[in-house]
């Protein structure tokens, strides 16, 4: 024999905590993602006016682009040596890797004279080699028996 219960008031309680934790979890985390992150600073004229603005005590870092210039600087308080903190970023420009073109006439005339100048090598690579060896067995002289 099979018992079921008739009171599901213990299978109902626990369900609704599981969902009222699951509802805590999911608003917590909305929560969370609706949290915006709010930049401290504003756009300055130069490096100087960014050097002397003023920058909250707590260390959190202050953006300041100086969109004349193309740069951004950020100051902040170290929090150790209540140092501040200045840095500049420039924005670079890369070069673009354009391909540049010859004119077809100095392409061939550079072509002519490099064949030229192979032509000319391969001439004397392959002279002849003349050996003149006039006299040259009749001047060998040994004077290691001469005496004066």
Do not use: W
């Not at 905590?17 to 509802?23: A, D, L, S």
């Amino acid at each position: 024999m099979y018992y079921y219960p008739q009171d599901n008031r213990g299978y109902q309680q626990n369900y609704q905590q599981g969902y009222i934790q699951q509802q805590m979890n999911q608003n917590q985390y909305q929560q969370n993602m609706t949290q915006q992150i709010v930049l401290q600073g504003y756009p300055v004229p130069d490096e100087m006016t960014a050097r002397n603005a003023e920058v909250n005590t707590n260390g959190t870092i202050s953006i300041f682009p100086d969109i004349q210039h193309g740069k951004i600087y950020t100051k902040q308080l170290d929090m150790n040596t209540f140092a501040p903190i200045f840095k500049v970023y420039q924005l670079v420009e890369q070069q673009q890797g354009g391909t540049s073109y010859v004119c077809l006439e100095d392409f061939q005339r550079l072509q002519n004279y490099v064949a030229n100048l192979e032509m000319k090598i391969n001439e004397m690579i392959n002279l002849p080699k003349v050996t003149d060896k006039k006299g040259v067995d009749k001047n060998v002289q040994s004077n290691a028996n001469v005496t004066k």
